[in-house]
């Protein structure tokens, strides 16, 4: 009896000492930081030989009326809400080719998934040249076809998807992966089976494929739309957020308030709104994610 | 039924190519324009001859030998030290149910969705409270305790028979023997799954490095082409491309070379 | 402990004394500075830098400089304001004019007159151009010292004016010339879309310094010199931004949207644009890489002529070390004499920032070989100081975002404009004491 309780003891002991390196790095590097910025967002920037002093809600209503912060977090819905529904479309049909018999699958796989080695910023560069406006590839392209040069990063309309073009490029090989692992798991006397019912493609697809691909959709969805709310290379490197704010993302607004504009306090505030973004998308893979998943 | 079926199938082939090559797109253009003279990187013709000079030149314009020397700093050290400390923590939250253990391993969870960049400015004055700005290791300390690392070998750890585990206690080994000569050779493939993630997500980072160094002596590659590639004269693309395909090439080869080991082992570390 | 702390302390600084004079060498006594620099690419001008740093110690035996090089303007700031936070300030920095203010207001950097007390410091700190001092000096003190200096000037293609039918000699001398001149040089193919254009005005990144020029042609002046005010809905400086709209909506002599700055002169090599904007800094740069005759000629007039300056200052930071605060005045005072100041002239395009380097026998030589940088040293006389204020980046911003919003045609000037000005006015409310 004795012997067995100071196993026990031994075990929470043991158990908390082995977690201890990691447990502190993570209070240091994650939970402390994130209650601090809340914390601090209520309070004013030291600025100078001025002390910072409490503040309320202050910074928040500064927030909800500076239009930039608007257009950050408007254009990260806008990214998210194009960027991930196209980029999991693109990955699953990309999957579906080359998990089939198709000529050159090896060559198609390494096509699709080399942009995910890429670092995001060699990417950015390539693509500035790529989107340079009068003799940048693609505006080459267009105009052999007769249509007029785009500035693509130079105008309001077009530069936000021409970052969000970069994204899907990076991401969708990355996400054919996933999907690839689970078309391989596919049982293959299913499709046997549809194929002696003479059933279509696309119904193979919808009956069988769609289902079962169901819970690997959802995973690369929320990894997908976190991603999405992080992003910040590509604008960074690409176009400043600009031209007048039309590429500004919330990651980069931050950086930004940091770092450029020295005002830690509205940074707080407004990696508030990230962390509480990023919360609810957390929340939502519980609900959705563990649920269909795990408990199916 | 064959015909069509066949038709559609050269359909679906051509579709494919044709997408793939639209994805090789950029990467060929930056390669054209890497390896022609500057005068050639919008002008596309066969008889352009090839250079070298771009790399040469971007290799010698900025210190990328030192660059890379970070680099390789930055994700080996981050790896070995993601490996020790994620090693431990998993086997105690995989084996044990201790004091707190599920609230705990709820906690760690939450770093899969707030990484260090994200608190940027807060994880900078923590640094900076320990004197590491500037430093590799400032660079690469927040990602250590990494909570996919954990996550992954969890899983992994908990698929391992306990009864390896109870014959090693048996011969008296202590915990930490038992995971060295158990745990560790039974779940090596997955160790290196993680480290392929790791350093491919380390070698690619960005934000927090930027911020974090100062100088050439800790900068890593991506920092580094960064500042190269903003001028404030004006910009010669073919030796951007040069030094964009450069700084990514270790990686890129290293890819083409184990291609089929990288994707599955993306695939392993990604699926569980 | 303190105590204890200062005599192991001590006791180890001796034994090193100790050592190093056995080793040979006076090193131990070498008071080390770092010095960042801003710069992208490394190659020919971080050499150079390194042989300033090289031949400054061979004089100067006792003092170690340690030149980091920080990146671009943007990214040097950053790095030293983050590194000053952190209380590892760098003890001199070359960084922008127009960050006087941050630096001030974050009590950073230390006036200039009160380490340069001798009679020739004295002597030394006037021996600038006084565009350039318009800069550095605030409050009746000044706060940093010219050194790689430039202003806007605009180059053409001399071979694309005798095709248009126009005489190449000749720079559009107005904004009715650039405007005439650039509807001559435009050239559409036959399904209409534009190969060549009249002028590129880049509008990426930092805007506002370009568009400077037009609103210091059109007789307007953006802030107070205690960069507590701005004018960004003066009437005048409506009329420019309306003007700089107009030639890419209007006029069509200019690309639509946003003008990178950093392909500008690309486009020029490749012939897409006739007339570019840019900086001096660009003269070493065009020459290398221009395959046609070009000319580079002082910005046009309007009500007047002018253009903003723009570049670096060198700032020595506070500490309270005293030696190191000297060693960084004598680096400052060994880059900035006349000959330095012509050799890097020389070497970089920048305009040599004081008068007598004009007058050295490489620059003579230099500048009878090439025109160009005459001109830039000539335009000084009309130049004005870059807009520079407190909060200097978010007042910037504001008219950098009002910029780019007329360029794109997304709202009217005098609207984006009153926005900016309403903006400014806010941020910099707290500052008018």
Request: aromatic share 12%.
């Amino acid at each position: 009896m004795q012997a067995k309780r100071t196993t026990k003891l031994n075990i929470h002991v043991q158990g908390w000492l082995l977690a201890l390196p990691a447990v502190i790095l993570l209070a240091s590097f994650t939970h402390i930081p994130a209650v601090v910025t809340v914390i601090d967002s209520f309070y004013s920037t030291p600025r100078g030989r001025v002390p910072s002093v409490f503040i309320g809600l202050d910074q928040y209503q500064a927030m909800l009326a500076d239009p930039i912060f608007w257009r950050a977090f408007n254009n990260n819905l806008l990214y998210a809400v194009v960027t991930v529904p196209v980029a999991i479309a693109l990955a699953l049909g990309m999957a579906l080719w080359v998990n089939g018999r198709i000529k050159g699958r090896t060559a198609l796989r390494l096509a699709f998934f080399t942009p995910t080695i890429l670092p995001m910023v060699a990417a950015a560069n390539i693509w500035l040249f790529f989107y340079t406006s009068d003799y940048g590839l693609l505006n080459q392209i267009i105009r052999a076809f007769g249509f007029a040069n785009v500035n693509w990063l130079g105008d309001p309309a077009t530069a936000l998807w021409s970052l969000m073009a970069v994204t899907i490029w990076k991401e969708a090989g990355f996400f054919m992966i996933f999907f690839l692992a689970a078309l391989q798991q596919v049982p293959p006397d299913l499709y046997e089976a549809a194929r002696m019912e003479n059933a279509g493609r696309f119904t193979v697809f919808r009956r069988i494929t769609w289902p079962l691909v169901m819970p690997t959709t959802l995973f690369v969805a929320i990894n997908a739309l976190i991603n999405a709310f992080r992003i910040v290379d590509q604008v960074i490197a690409m176009t400043g957020g600009g031209p007048n704010n039309a590429s500004t993302l919330l990651l980069f607004y931050i950086y930004q308030v940091a770092f450029s504009f020295w005002d830690s306090a509205y940074a707080a505030a407004l990696s508030t709104v990230l962390l509480l973004v990023l919360g609810s998308v957390a929340l939502a893979q519980f609900y959705l994610l563990d649920r269909k998943i795990h408990y199916r | 039924m064959r015909m069509p079926n066949r038709a559609r199938e050269i359909f679906v082939t051509g579709a494919a190519w044709a997408f793939g090559l639209l994805w090789a797109l950029p990467l060929f253009y930056a390669l054209w324009a890497a390896f022609h003279p500057s005068a050639y990187a919008t002008h596309f013709e066969l008889s352009a001859p090839l250079t070298l000079q771009n790399f040469i030149h971007a290799w010698h314009a900025a210190p990328f030998p030192r660059y890379f020397a970070n680099t390789i700093m930055l994700v080996l050290g981050i790896m070995a030290a993601q490996f020790v400390v994620c090693t431990l923590a998993a086997f105690g939250l995989a084996r044990w149910k201790f004091f707190g253990s599920d609230i705990l391993f709820a906690l760690i969870l939450v770093q899969l969705m707030v990484t260090p960049d994200v608190l940027v400015l807060e994880n900078y004055r923590s640094l900076q409270k320990l004197g590491l700005i500037d430093t590799l290791t400032g660079v690469g300390l927040p990602y250590v305790a990494s909570a996919f690392g954990i996550f992954l070998l969890r899983q992994t750890f908990k698929s391992i028979p306990k009864e390896l585990d109870d014959a090693a206690r048996m011969e008296g080994a202590s915990t930490l023997q038992t995971i060295w000569r158990v745990y560790l050779p039974l779940a090596k493939p997955i160790y290196v799954a993680y480290g392929l993630v790791s350093v491919s997500y380390h070698w690619n980072n960005f934000l927090w490095p930027l911020i974090v160094t100062n100088s050439v002596e800790t900068r890593p590659l991506t920092v580094g082409l960064q500042v190269f590639a903003s001028v404030d004269q004006g910009i010669d693309w073919s030796v951007i491309c040069a030094a964009a395909l450069m700084t990514s090439g270790p990686l890129m080869i290293a890819f083409l070379i184990f291609q089929r080991a990288f994707i599955q082992s993306f695939l392993r570390a990604g699926i569980r | 402990m303190k105590s204890f702390g200062m005599k192991h302390f001590a006791r180890l600084t001796a034994a090193a004394t100790l050592a190093a004079t056995f080793i040979g060498g006076s090193v131990a006594s070498a008071t080390e500075i770092t010095f960042y620099y801003p710069i992208a690419v490394g190659g020919p001008i971080t050499k150079i830098i390194d042989d300033y740093v090289a031949e400054f110690s061979k004089g100067r035996p006792d003092i170690t400089v340690k030149p980091v090089y920080t990146g671009s303007y943007q990214d040097s700031i950053v790095k030293a304001m983050t590194a000053a936070k952190a209380g590892n300030a760098p003890d001199m920095a070359v960084l922008l004019s127009t960050d006087m203010y941050s630096l001030i207001d974050d009590d950073l950097i230390e006036p200039v007159e009160t380490l340069a007390t001798s009679a020739e410091d004295k002597a030394w700190l006037k021996s600038f151009y006084p565009a350039f001092m318009e800069n550095s000096q605030s409050g009746g003190h000044t706060w940093g010292v010219p050194f790689q200096r430039s202003t806007i000037v605009q180059y053409w293609n001399k071979d694309m004016f005798k095709a248009a039918g126009l005489d190449p000699e000749k720079a559009p001398g107005t904004w009715d010339e650039m405007v005439s001149f650039g509807k001559k040089l435009t050239k559409k193919d036959a399904s209409g879309n534009v190969t060549q254009w009249g002028v590129e005005i880049p509008s990426s990144g930092f805007p506002y310094w370009l568009f400077q020029a037009l609103t210091t042609q059109n007789g307007a002046i953006l802030a107070n010199p205690e960069g507590t005010k701005v004018a960004y809905n003066d009437p005048k400086v409506v009329e420019a931004a309306q003007f700089f709209a107009d030639l890419s909506l209007k006029h069509e002599v200019m690309p639509k949207g946003i003008i990178e700055w950093g392909t500008t002169p690309k486009d020029f090599f490749e012939g897409k644009t006739a007339v570019m904007w840019t900086t001096t800094g660009n003269l070493t740069n065009v020459k290398a890489n221009a395959k046609f005759a070009f000319g580079v000629a002082a910005m046009p007039k309007k009500a007047r002529g002018g253009s903003p300056t723009g570049g670096g200052n060198i700032y020595i930071f506070k500490s309270k070390d005293k030696a190191k605060q000297a060693a960084a005045l004598a680096f400052a005072r060994f880059l900035t004499t006349p000959e330095k100041a012509a050799n890097w002239g020389i070497a970089t395009g920048y305009v040599a920032v004081r008068p007598d380097a004009w007058e050295t026998d490489a620059m003579k030589k230099y500048a009878a070989g090439f025109q160009p940088a005459i001109i830039a040293r000539d335009q000084l006389k009309e130049a004005v100081a870059e807009l520079s204020t407190h909060d200097n980046q978010r007042v910037t911003k504001a008219l950098n975002d009002a910029l780019q919003a007329v360029l794109t045609n997304a709202k009217p000037a005098k609207v984006a404009l009153d926005e900016a000005q309403a903006e400014a006015t806010r941020i910099l409310k707290p500052y008018q004491k």
